[in-house]
DNA sequence: CCCTGATTCGC
DNA sequence: GCGAATCAGG
């Protein structure tokens, strides 16, 4: 993949809407973070606003640098990407509900006879919205919305080692069993 | 460990 | 110009 126009552009979108250059690695496809960053900086579109120049940075590596067995310019394969669906790993600003409208949408599948309900709230964090790609063996998922939709997600909080879910859709996934259970 | 951006420098 | 490797840090 090379930077054509509407790449470069797309580059300057997202990196103003503060997505990291990860994320938006992830949104071009075929390219690195490593790569998105690389750019940023030859477009002198660094510093995002911030205008605080702090520390800098004061140390210089130079010395090392031998292996020569890289892959010269890699610049294409790898990555299938996931076209539209915004990859995040933090997501900064850029509205997002929280983690207690988030819940709202579980609760549909919560309520059955109040008399029973444990005393214990679940609490689902707010969900990295992650591609089925993005995945990993340590994150989260829990799918999110209709499979059918282009929201649809998954949690992709870190699910720790061992579990497919996060503690928060863990404890969900064990109240859902138990309820169904008691229902059958 | 996960992640972030910053920098260098061979290509 | 490009981006992997590396650094420095959260």
């Not at 790449?7 to 990860?22: C, F, N, T, Y």
């Not at 900086?41 to 140390?59: C, D, N």
């Not at 309520?111 to 707010?126: C, L, N, R, Y």
């Amino acid at each position: 993949m090379s930077w054509t126009d509407e790449r470069v552009e797309l580059l300057k979108k997202l990196w103003a809407d503060g997505l990291s250059a990860s994320q938006i690695a992830n949104q071009l496809g075929g390219v690195s973070r490593n790569a998105v960053i690389g750019k940023v900086h030859r477009l002198k579109l660094s510093s995002r606003g911030r205008a605080s120049q702090k520390p800098a940075r004061p140390k210089k590596p130079s010395a090392p640098r031998q292996p020569s067995a890289r892959t010269g310019t890699a610049t294409a394969s790898q990555r299938p990407s996931v076209s539209s669906v915004v990859a995040s790993q933090s997501m900064p600003r850029t509205s997002s509900a929280g983690a207690t409208a988030l819940k709202a949408d579980y609760a549909i599948d919560e309520v059955a006879e109040p008399v029973f309900q444990p005393a214990e709230e679940v609490v689902v964090p707010m969900s990295r919205r992650l591609s089925l790609l993005e995945l990993t063996e340590r994150t989260c998922k829990w799918p999110v919305g209709d499979p059918l939709t282009e929201d649809f997600h998954f949690c992709g909080n870190d699910s720790g080692e061992g579990t497919p879910y996060c503690q928060g859709h863990a404890q969900l996934a064990y109240q859902q069993n138990t309820e169904r259970r008691r229902n059958r």
